[in-house]
């Protein structure tokens, strides 16, 4: 953590009429706190730029001048900081209530009305500093976390140098046949790391919504706009981890019935929010649309990076356009496509009219880490992740480009052809605490992951028994002790979470099983992995998400 100067915990102080600027410095100097005196609102803005711990502000100050670069300035902060600012106001309230409208306009203001004791200004200035410090040490928690990132990135590109030199070997064979060796080959590389990387996360994210719980019962200060930044933060990583899965075709995929016209719709705002003014959308939803079986989570993102992509390929402006549509694939078309099979599909298509693709790079477009534009800007993931959602989920994905103008990316998903269930209504019946006697086993080979489990758990008044392993939680099973619920990791070393489970339901026939994994190989698809009374969530998890869960699966029978 890096050491604080007296520049970042200074006071700068503006009171140009009478002795209240000499007064408050020489109060903050017999209390030993340091700070300058600024003479007007320009000098107090330039010596902003060089750091402060606060300000000290006459509201007198700040009227009838031009307030645009001090608004200027707070407005830039980084999203660390909040920068604390004491107001001095004149007794009787007529003078706070007419200043009270800069509280809106300069965020986190503090009134103090004079004539004022040294010992309030004291104290306010020493809670303010305390903030500010809180704040430089969140800065310092999100450096160590860029610094992780860029240690991450280096390692993707070992591995991409690694998948160069393997795919090497493979140019003799048919496209389609070094793409899929060569999706294997990453995968098993990226698996590793994405598991490892999805516990860090899970560890990050856990403890920042666990501070954020004793917060609300008034356990510590205000810290609830640094806790959502550092579970921002943590998020974004997490997001690369999941690109990592969604290419090698390894991620936990959910399929149902989706009704992607009705999703399009729902991203409408969203989508436009994510272009230019000088892009014009073009919705052309072709209906009455079948319906199609796929994650519709994954298909969001999908469609998201899609959008994304054409928007960085028209600088300049122009049209982009989202298109569906119902086809049939013929044994003539999916021959060339090796495990597509013939049949229905829904075809969702992305269109720009942007700069296009050249031939020489048209091919390798779908190949990870492989991208066009410039370092910092594209991890080269994007359209990899497309390309194994889609083949992980029975469908396939087509590109076409002609260079100067534009690209269009198909999206393929197979056709739903079971019964479409009604949805159930939430229970609103669903307690958030545990009932007496409820207890929960927890195995999971990850100090960080299950402390933070257990501790949920505590907080939401379950009993609890700990495993690291499945040779651990196995007698446990095989005891008297009640157990409502196991939650298991599915990457447990020796034996699997999913074997475990099969071993428990043979003691235990009634025995509701509730997954978690960053990675798993044999969890890839949920479909014939879950058996009924099982459900499974992936890390990096929200707690929020585990409650619901823990209590569904216990009041719910099955």
């Not at 019962?217 to 205000?222: E, P, Q, V």
Request: glycine share 10%.
């Amino acid at each position: 953590m890096t050491s604080l100067s007296p520049v970042s915990e200074r006071a700068i102080i503006l009171a140009p009429v009478g002795r209240d600027s000499s007064l408050a410095l020489m109060m903050l100097n017999e209390a030993g706190y340091g700070g300058i005196v600024a003479p007007h609102l320009s000098a107090l803005c330039e010596a902003l730029e060089h750091g402060a711990g606060l300000l000290v502000i006459a509201a007198e100050a700040l009227r009838g001048v031009d307030l645009e670069p001090l608004l200027e300035y707070l407005h830039q902060q980084p999203a660390w900081s909040d920068l604390p600012i004491v107001l001095l106001t004149h007794h009787g309230g007529t003078e706070q209530n007419g200043s009270s409208h800069l509280s809106g306009l300069l965020g986190n203001v503090t009134f103090l009305e004079r004539p004022f004791h040294p010992v309030t200004l004291i104290s306010l200035v020493s809670t303010a500093l305390r903030g500010r410090r809180r704040q430089y040490e969140a800065r310092d928690r999100l450096v160590d976390l860029s610094e992780s990132e860029q240690r991450l990135q280096s390692t993707l590109e070992t591995l991409e140098q690694q998948v160069e030199e393997r795919t090497a070997q493979l140019r003799s064979n048919e496209d389609a046949l070094r793409q899929s060796q060569k999706m294997e080959a990453v995968g098993q590389l990226t698996g590793g790391i994405a598991h490892d990387f999805n516990n860090m996360l899970t560890g990050i994210i856990g403890s920042l919504e666990l501070l954020r719980r004793r917060i609300a019962r008034g356990k510590l200060d205000d810290l609830d706009g640094l806790i959502d930044l550092g579970v921002t933060s943590a998020n974004r990583a997490a997001g690369l981890t999941h690109r990592l899965l969604a290419f090698s075709r390894r991620q936990s995929l959910d399929p149902k019935p989706v009704e992607i016209n009705q999703l399009v719709n729902s991203m409408g705002e969203l989508l436009q929010r994510s272009i230019n003014e000088s892009i014009d959308l073009d919705m052309r939803l072709i209906g009455p649309l079948w319906t199609a079986e796929a994650d519709p989570n994954q298909l969001e993102s999908a469609l998201l990076n899609l959008v994304l992509n054409a928007r960085d390929a028209m600088p300049g402006g122009g049209r982009l356009t989202v298109e569906t549509c119902n086809r049939h694939l013929d044994s003539v078309f999916t021959a060339a496509y090796g495990t597509l099979q013939p049949g229905d599909y829904v075809e969702l298509s992305v269109s720009d009219t942007g700069c296009g693709i050249p031939d020489s790079v048209i091919g390798r477009v779908f190949d990870p880490f492989f991208t066009t534009k410039p370092i910092g800007q594209g991890t080269g993931l994007g359209l990899s992740m497309i390309y194994g959602f889609a083949r992980q989920s029975r469908g396939h994905v087509t590109i076409h480009s002609e260079v100067g103008k534009g690209t269009t990316v198909s999206l393929f998903l197979p056709r739903f052809a079971g019964e479409i269930a009604a949805q159930e209504a939430n229970n609103p019946t669903l307690l958030p605490y545990a009932n007496a006697g409820e207890t929960v086993l927890i195995v999971e080979d990850d100090p960080a992951v299950r402390v933070l489990v257990s501790a949920v758990l505590k907080e939401l008044g379950y009993g609890f028994v700990e495993a690291v392993d499945a040779v651990t939680a196995v007698p446990i099973i095989e005891s008297e002790q009640r157990i409502d619920l196991m939650i298991s990791d599915v990457g447990l070393p020796g034996m699997n979470g999913r074997q475990l489970a099969e071993i428990g339901r043979q003691i235990r026939p009634g025995l509701k099983v509730l997954f978690i994994t960053g990675y798993a190989e044999h969890a890839a698809v949920r479909g014939g992995f879950l058996d009924p009374g099982m459900q499974l969530i992936t890390k990096p998890f929200t707690f929020d998400l585990l409650t619901a869960k823990v209590r569904e699966m216990i009041q719910v029978n099955y």
